[in-house]
């Protein structure tokens, strides 16, 4: 799966699988639930009371912190040797900023049983991923798999150029996941009828061990600080826990407002 550096927004690369049952008769069943607008701005408020005092470091541009609002189109599957099941993304989907104690929060929650959580660190001329967690459930298992990542420390979006590159490499306790990055372009973005200036950063993530496999991401960030305006990405790897099976995502998210909600 993949992930952005560049301002603010990073996404990761972890799966979740089933366990296969050992009878028709007990088929397990999977269902999913649309993450709640209203239900990220409550644990926001509370994270922002729990973290005040982080809120005023001095760092480089970044966005406001609340709740942002995407539209979207995706889903994701997965494929064992006895259970194959998909859950459907479109409608709209939550990304959550909040201070943190080395810089910034972000989570992405698309669905109950699918939601991503990184923190970046932040100074007062670079930032850089140092954690992320990857959260699925299918057919009622969940499986949550937090990484730790080192490498990747980037300027702020007003100070990214064409051409510039770098890496990070995230570990779990059965996987790595390496990211090349790269800035291919200064374009805009129409967000709510207005040209946004942005920078497009694409990046190539390799998955090893559990998952293995190979993603893709392009981000288009907004240049003054890095607020995520429009996303595509699209995974596609081989899991080997639970007897083994495949797991896809595909997904793209399109701000809908750059006022978050507080």
Known sequence: MKRKFGGAIVAVAALA????????????????????????????????????????RETGPI???????????????????????????????????????????????????????????????????????????????PRSTPFSCQGGATPYTPGLRVGMRWNTACTSE?????????????????????EIPAVHVSSDTTLEGDPEGTAGQDSWLRRSDGLLLRRTASSDAQVETAGGGRFRENYELELISTRPKR
């Open 17 to 56: 699988i089933a366990v296969a049952a050992a009878a028709w008769s007990f088929w397990p069943r999977d269902s999913v639930s649309r993450a709640a607008f209203g239900d990220a701005v409550v644990e926001f408020r509370k994270e922002m009371k729990r973290n005040q005092r982080f809120a005023h």
């Open 174 to 194: 059965d996987s790595s996941v390496t990211n090349e990055v790269e800035v291919v372009g200064m374009e805009t973005v129409r967000v709510a009828g207005r």
């Open 63 to 141: 966005p406001a912190f609340g709740v942002y609002r995407y539209r979207t189109r995706g889903q994701e599957s997965i494929d064992t040797a006895a259970l194959g099941t998909g859950h459907n993304y479109s409608g709209s989907s939550t990304i959550t900023l909040t201070p943190s104690r080395c810089g910034l929060t972000e989570r992405w929650d698309v669905l109950v049983e699918r939601w991503t959580e990184a923190e970046l660190c932040l100074s007062p001329e670079t930032s850089r991923v140092i954690r992320v967690t990857d959260f699925h459930e299918f057919f009622g298992r």
